[in-house]
């Protein structure tokens, strides 16, 4: 699995880190991916961060 930020896109509104604080980050200079291959347990967070993103920003492959 893999998570892919569009960060042109991303406007660090912090939805992502509120759903999934293993993997997102929110700090002052923008969002910061915590971890380069999440583990399966984290898909279901991942996939609701990827949904929920206000800015489409977020896109979860397998």
């Known amino acids: 699995m893999k998570v892919i930020v569009d960060f042109d896109t991303c406007d ?3 939805v992502c880190m509120s759903i999934c ?3 997102f980050d929110v700090r002052e200079d923008g969002l910061h991916l915590l971890q380069e291959d ?3 347990e984290l898909r279901e967070k991942l996939v609701g961060a990827q949904v929920s993103c206000p800015t489409r920003a977020i896109t979860v492959k397998d």
Do not use: L, T, V, W
């Open 12 to 14: 660090g509104n912090g």
């Open 21 to 23: 604080r293993e993997m």
């Open 38 to 40: 999440p583990p399966e």
